[in-house]
């Protein structure tokens, strides 16, 4: 069965984003070292540390995505082609009208919310990790108890105010299992498990 989790870069003061949605401040470490990773996205190129570039080498293991339908606009819908290349699936109540790439493996999931779009996801995942964009709708599936695993690559910055890496979470507290913890350069990763509830 697929695991699925979420994953974000994420300031210390529990932010994904700044107040204007700017992530730069955020994403220094995936061009901070001398290892590279590349991406199924030929003009992107991660260099990072060899720690962080271990840690990167999972997201192979990532078969579908499920995003949200702000997260896809403000990337532009990765010009129809995600880093990551796999099936993206768009929590949305409308599919854009003007989707310049139709023949792009994004499916527009306009009923049924989170819980549908994941569904679908582990059905074309084959058994490989289901990955769902952080913010709100990584709070809806954590409340709908959905998440397996939360990965968050802490940067030491204080952003003050901005997008919360889960939304406002309405089923608090979720209680985590003791994080794995990966040194990289400019950012900590730390890969928890979502306990049960009880």
Do not use: C
């Not at 260099?47 to 499920?66: C, N, P, Q």
């Not at 099936?87 to 854009?96: G, K, N, Q, S």
């Not at 919310?113 to 769902?132: D, N």
Request: proline content about 6%; overall charge negative.
């Amino acid at each position: 069965m697929a695991t699925v989790g979420t994953q974000a870069s994420m300031s210390l003061d529990g932010f994904i984003a700044d107040r204007s949605d700017g992530v730069n401040e955020l994403f220094g470490w995936y061009f901070g070292g001398d290892k590279e990773t590349p991406t199924a996205n030929p003009d992107m190129t991660f260099r990072t540390s060899e720690a962080s570039a271990e840690y990167l080498r999972d997201f192979e293991k990532v078969g579908a995505l499920v995003v949200g339908r702000h997260q896809f606009d403000v990337a532009d819908g990765w010009g129809g082609r995600h880093p990551m290349d796999v099936p993206v699936f768009v929590v949305t109540h409308e599919a854009p009208g003007d989707w310049a790439y139709p023949d792009a493996p994004f499916t527009f999931v306009t009923e049924g919310g989170v819980e549908s779009a994941i569904q679908q996801a582990k059905a074309v995942a084959a058994g490989k990790i289901v990955g769902v964009g952080p913010g709100d709708v990584a709070g809806q599936a954590l409340d709908a108890g959905l998440l397996d695993e939360v990965r968050i690559d802490l940067v030491p910055v204080l952003l003050g105010d901005g997008v919360l890496m889960f939304g406002k979470l309405g089923q608090a507290p979720v209680m985590l299992g003791a994080p794995r913890v990966i040194e990289g350069a400019g950012v900590t990763h730390l890969i928890y498990q979502v306990q049960p509830n009880s």
